[in-house]
């Protein structure tokens, strides 16, 4: 059986990052031919056009990544209610020079963990307006807004809240189905 490479966006660069410990508790919900990478972010430099002819060496690796990968899972938090800088950076060095986007075709679901009762609502929304300029075929049904709560992760890094376990297998069972269909 041939594995699905996802690759995995996390906007959060934070090490105890609550959206860091869903990706990883997602990973557990994935079907068993697809292989979930983390994708780094956090060593590009800030965009600058200027540098579009000669990408940093981080840039090169992460767009070089990104072709590799049959999809993309966006992990995001919010901040002030949008996305944050450093996902906001990946996105634009990953997609220049125009016309040399690496994002471009590559089937996508985005999601993210908050204190609130909204989850990252108004993240993901931003982040779905970029993604749609990208042309990313993003998932659009179910949406994942999920609020972080006392138990939601079990001592083994799995989703510790029947649930929310039950909701997110459910989210990526249809994230999986998405890729599948792009990829036919």
């Known amino acids: ?13 934070r ?3 609550m959206n860091r410990k869903l990706a990883l508790a997602l990973a557990y919900l994935a079907p068993s031919d697809f292989t979930l990478e983390h ?24 767009k070089t990544e990104i072709a590799a990968t049959q999809g993309l899972l966006f992990i995001t938090p919010e ?3 949008s996305i944050p800088g450093v ?23 985005v999601i993210g963990i908050a204190g609130g009762a909204i989850g990252t609502a108004l993240a993901q929304q931003h982040l779905r ?9 993003t998932l659009g049904q179910p949406e994942a807004f999920i609020q972080m709560k006392d ?14 376990e039950k909701f997110l ?16």
């Open 1 to 13: 059986m041939s594995q699905t490479k996802i690759g995995v966006v996390i906007g959060s660069l």
């Open 79 to 81: 901040y002030n209610r």
């Open 39 to 62: 994708l780094r972010i956090d060593d590009l430099p800030l965009y600058n056009q200027d540098d579009d002819g000669n990408q940093a060496a981080s840039v090169k690796r992460l």
């Open 129 to 137: 307006n970029v993604l749609a300029y990208l042309d990313v075929p």
């Open 151 to 164: 138990g939601m992760f079990d001592d083994k890094g799995h989703i510790g809240i029947e649930p929310t």
């Open 87 to 109: 996902l906001k950076n990946a996105l634009d060095h990953a997609s220049r020079p125009y016309g040399q986007s690496a994002w471009g075709g590559k089937p996508a679901a």
């Open 169 to 184: 297998q459910n989210w990526m069972d249809k994230f999986a189905a998405w890729v599948k269909t792009h990829n036919g």
């Open 15 to 17: 090490k105890d990052s």
